[in-house]
Structure formats: C-alpha cells, structure tokens
C-alpha cells in the first residue's frame, strides 16, 4: 500500500527536474531534496497564510499598486531564499552538463540571456543570474504542488470508479497494438482525439472537481466594477471563486438524470457523438483569457504521459485494510474534496492505494 502524497512528490520532481535542466536524476531517495521541499512548503504555507485572509475576507485592503506586502514575512522570504540557494549550488555543479542540453529549459532561457557559458557576460545587464535562478524556483514553486494534488486526485479516484479505469485501459490497449507502451502513439492519439475519449474526460472531470486550487490568481480593479448588485471598488483586490465556477449546477451535471456538479459525470467532457470535448469554456483549473496558467500545456501532457503509464502497468485499487475504506462496497466509498490548510483541493490524505502489476 503507497501513501499516494509521499510517493508522487519526489517521482514528479524527478520529471519535472529533467524538464527544467535534462537531468536525469532520480529524487525518490535523495536526501539533498527533503531540504528543498521543507523550503518549498514553508514558502507556500507562509505565501497562504499572508494573502488568503486578505482575498476571502476582505480584512485590509491592498496597496495602490495592487500589491500585497510580503516584506514584513521571514517565513516567505526565507524559504524562497533557500530555494534559490540551492538551486543555484545544483545548477554550478551540474552546468556544464546542462548546457549540453539544447532542450532544456534551463540551456534555452541561458541562451536568450548570457554569452558564452558564463553568467558574467549577460545580453542584457538587467537580467542577471539571480534573476534566472528565480525564475526557475518560480517555476518549481508553481508546478510540484499543483500537479502533485491533481496526481494525488486521479489515483485515489481512480480506485474508486474501477468501471472507468477498466475503460480507460481498453482505450490504451486499442492503441498499443504491440502490447508495449508508446509514448509517441500516445501523444498521436491525443493530437488525433479520437479513441482516448474516457481516458481524456476523466482526468478533466478530476480537474473540475479537484483543481488544484480553489481561487483564480488574484487581480485589481482598475475602476469601480460593478458585477450583478455587487461593487469592487477601484483599487481592491478580488480572486474567481474556481470552486464555486467548478460546482455550478447550471454548467455541470444533468439535472434530467439526477446528476449534480458534485459528480463525477465523463458526459461533462464529451460532445453528443461521446467524444472528448477539447473546449470547455467553463473549466478554469489554469485560469482564463491571456493570463491563464503559461505552464498548462506540460501540466496536461504530464498528466496524460503519467496517467498512462499507470493505468498500463498497474491495475490500482484501495488497500482493503485501510480504515477509511475497510468493509465497505465501492458505491459507498464517498471521495469528498476537502480544502487543505495551503489552500489546495484534495481527497483525504491518509487513503492509500495498492498498485498490482498487470
């Protein structure tokens, strides 16, 4: 049985990692990134605790600027520096291997920004190697808890509707006609969206009901806005309830059939000849418009690659002695979503799962 937040954290690190530098370094049992992750999770409950009071509740209002003044918090700022620190000691250890990395992301962002391979001679004196090494702790920062709670999400209900996951392995084993997993058919078959309609719905309905985080990234109102009988004065600051967006009765569901948004229901996700719906305007997991999430796109390939590889090797289901499950049928067993003390959306922690090798 595998506590699903333990084991997904350093295995998505690890990809995410190879992404960010072409390394491949396995994190699972390295003690170099426990470190990194206490800073990691010491940033995101210090930048939470500062600004959810101020975005839910109203309790003071922003700067004129429309920023929130984390300046006062050691919390915030120390694990950032921390992160940052190590980061960059990674990065001058390795660097010579990463910049013989083209498609890294790392290589192409020093690329654009220094000469040669040193980060004294920058193209631009306003971009310097401090500069960088934010940018890519941002990037870290943005992406391991998000996709870890999605991740977390989609096993843990993927054992609860084995009809599904029954489903979604059929979709697969149509499309490896070699019984092998590939990773190019796979990412032909989603160009195509054509025979991964369940396996594609699922992991959308499990982003509608679990997005990774309840509130859109906040904005300011430029002028006194008006929305129905409400005002947002000029200057204040105001996030998207994604949740309440997520749960609305008048998108999701089918209220002929007793479905109610708080479902999952794959018909959310499928036009009326049962095929996967690219567009769904109503769906804002990675926010909206120009602003919207700019790593969206990995997130999803990640999701599926992952998702995938799960679902091929490994049928999944509850362990039978854990006591949230323990005695009951599987139509009883209630995933509920829960709102986690740094802001994300997930199922209870504790249930576990048994991955059995098919």
């Known amino acids: 049985p595998i506590n699903v937040t333990n084991f997904i954290k350093p295995v998505h690190f690890s990809i995410l990692l190879y992404t960010v530098t072409g390394l491949d370094f396995d994190t699972v049992d390295d003690p170099i990134w426990t470190s990194f992750y206490k800073a990691q999770d010491g940033a995101t ?27 006062d918090d050691t919390q915030i700022f120390s694990s950032l520096y921390k992160m940052c620190e190590w980061t960059e000691e990674f990065i001058d250890k390795h660097n010579k291997i990463i910049l013989e990395n083209k498609n890294a992301f790392f290589t192409r962002l020093f690329r654009d920004n220094f000469n040669n391979d040193s980060f004294d001679e920058p193209k631009n004196k306003n971009y310097t190697k401090n500069e960088l090494m934010f940018d890519i702790v941002s990037i870290f920062n943005a992406a391991i808890d998000t996709t870890n709670c999605t ?12 009809d599904i996951q029954q489903k979604m392995y059929n979709e ?25 309609n369940d396996f594609q719905a699922f ?5 509608r009901l679990f997005l990774p985080a309840y509130l859109m990234f906040p904005r300011v109102a430029k002028k ?5 009988d409400y005002c947002i004065p000029k200057g204040y600051c105001f996030a998207i309830n994604a949740i ?3 749960y ?5 569901g089918d209220k002929g059939n007793n479905i109610g948004p708080d479902q999952v229901y794959l018909n959310n996700f499928k036009d009326d000849n049962g095929r996967f719906k690219k567009t769904n305007n109503n769906l804002v997991t990675f926010g909206a418009g120009p602003r919207m999430c700019p790593g969206w796109q990995f997130a999803m390939k990640e999701l ?10 490994y049928k999944m289901v509850f362990d039978p002695k854990d006591k949230n499950v323990k005695g009951k049928k599987l139509e009883d067993i209630e995933i509920k979503a829960k709102i986690t003390d740094n802001q994300f959306v997930l199922p209870d922690p504790s249930i576990k799962v048994l991955f059995i090798k098919r």
């Open 45 to 71: 409950v210090g930048l939470t605790q500062k600004s959810a009071p101020i975005l839910l509740f109203g309790t003071e209002p922003p700067k004129s600027d429309g920023m929130i003044d984390y300046n």
């Open 151 to 162: 991740i977390h999400s989609l096993l843990i209900n993927i054992c609860r509707y084995q």
């Open 172 to 196: 697969l084993a149509a499309i490896f006609t070699n019984g092998e997993y590939d990773a190019k058919i796979l990412q032909d078959e989603l160009r195509k969206n054509e025979n991964l």
């Open 203 to 207: 992991i959308h309905e499990i982003l």
């Open 224 to 228: 006194d806005i008006k929305v129905n």
């Open 244 to 246: 309440g967006v997520h």
């Open 248 to 252: 609305n009765d008048n998108y999701w």
């Open 304 to 313: 599926y690659i992952l998702m995938a590889h799960f679902i091929w090797r």
